[in-house]
């Protein structure tokens, strides 16, 4: 069964640094997502992703994130200054007729 | 705005026993409601989904109820068994495949042998 891939599982940096989280998205689908989940809380929307371009975004996604899909098949989600509230769990979705979740990439801001 | 609340945060059956987990959605327009099982370590896996024009669907042991007009839907798990064990999330959306997810705060069920 097809499945969305995210790297790295685990990624340290910090505060201050820039991080570039990476997904391969399913390969049919046509809409793409970022969502995180702080430790022990729900999950929350970032950032949906069409057309190459961004189709909605949250008040969580201000200025120091960004999101792109430089090729056909990665699409990624760039952290430009970490912060300490930047920790979480980030997973990559996209879509056909539902969404289908990534692993996620666990950062850790220090 | 969009929100949903679910409810119990925490939930303890026995084996064999009967879990149910109930959402509330605030956004009328809301015609998808995914359920999603996490386990730890993991990313949100889809168990079952209902769309607006049903008010039930059963997949084997779990099944989803949906009252639009009181904007509540459910998760119905029966026969648990150990491995049910997990975060499990619902979520509300306009479109199931363009649209957003709001996500639910999640309910730890444990099931106990």
């Known amino acids: 069964e097809p499945e969305v891939t995210q790297t790295p599982s685990h990624q340290v940096t910090q505060m201050g640094q820039e991080v570039i989280l990476r997904c391969v998205p399913i390969s049919n689908h046509l809409y793409f997502y970022w969502y995180r989940q702080i430790l022990g809380q729900k999950v929350e929307f970032l950032v949906s992703?069409?057309?190459?371009?961004?189709?909605?975004k949250s008040e969580i996604f201000d200025d120091q994130f960004s999101v792109e899909r430089p090729d056909g098949s990665n699409f990624t989600l760039k952290i430009r200054s970490t912060k300490l509230e930047d920790s979480a769990m980030y997973f990559c979705?996209?879509?056909?007729?539902?969404?289908?979740f990534g692993p996620g990439t666990r950062l850790l801001v220090l | 705005g969009e929100n949903v609340e679910q409810h119990p945060s925490t939930l303890s059956v026995q084996e064999g026993d009967s879990a149910v987990i109930k959402c509330t959605y605030s956004d009328s327009a809301s015609n998808y409601f995914p359920w999603y099982k996490q386990e730890l370590g993991k990313g949100p896996q889809l168990i079952i989904d209902?769309?607006?024009?049903?008010g039930e669907k059963k997949d084997q042991r779990i099944a989803v109820t949906l009252n639009k007009t009181a904007k509540h839907f459910s998760l119905h798990i029966t026969e648990t068994q150990p491995e049910d064990s997990a975060v499990y999330f619902c979520?509300?959306?306009?479109?199931?495949?363009?649209?957003?997810?709001?996500f639910g705060t999640g309910t730890r069920l444990k099931v106990l042998a």
């Open positions: 992703f069409y057309n190459n371009e961004i189709s909605e």
């Open positions: 209902i769309r607006s024009n049903v």
């Open positions: 979520a509300a959306s306009k479109n199931s495949g363009t649209y957003k997810y709001i």
């Open positions: 979705a996209s879509s056909g007729l539902r969404e289908y």
